[in-house]
Nanobody, 124 residues
Framework: VQLQASGGGLVQAGGSLRVSCAVS????????MGWFRQAPGKEREFVAA????????DYTHSVKGRFTISRDNAKNTVYLQMNNLEPEDTAVYYC??????????????????WGQGTQVTVSS
């Protein structure tokens, strides 16, 4: 199973970015997908997750109302739309897949597959 993240970059505070993650090698429609991030010197943390169908989503408190996770099962791709970005959002963003559950989970250890990460930098 391969997860390929893309779309990171440098943006000013208040701006927007969309990161994407293309999945191959597994039935994507039966994989819960999540986004995590890791800032320098910090542990990797949960950002958002989406269920198989896309009807259930979950967000960490700090991004609620600013970030939106979505998926296109026909394209085997999950997205994270990030609006009103803040310098505190600067991190490497990782997509991840959970092969064993149909509902979302925040637990890092529950995810079986990981992408390589994409850098998001928000300047003040």
């Amino acid at each position: 199973v391969q997860l390929q993240a893309s779309g990171g970059g440098l943006v000013q505070a208040g701006g927007s970015l969309r990161v994407s993650c293309a999945v191959s090698g597994r039935t994507f429609s039966r994989t819960v997908m999540g986004w995590f991030r890791q800032a320098p010197g910090k542990e990797r943390e949960f950002v958002a997750a989406i269920s198989w169908s896309g009807r259930e989503t979950d967000y960490t408190h700090s991004v609620k109302g600013r970030f939106t996770i979505s998926r296109d099962n026909a394209k085997n791709t999950v997205y994270l739309q990030m609006n009103n970005l803040e310098p505190e959002d600067t991190a490497v963003y990782y997509c991840a897949g959970d092969a064993h559950r149909s509902i979302t989970t925040r637990r890092l250890v529950n995810y079986d597959y990981w992408g390589q990460g994409t850098q998001v930098t928000v300047s003040s």
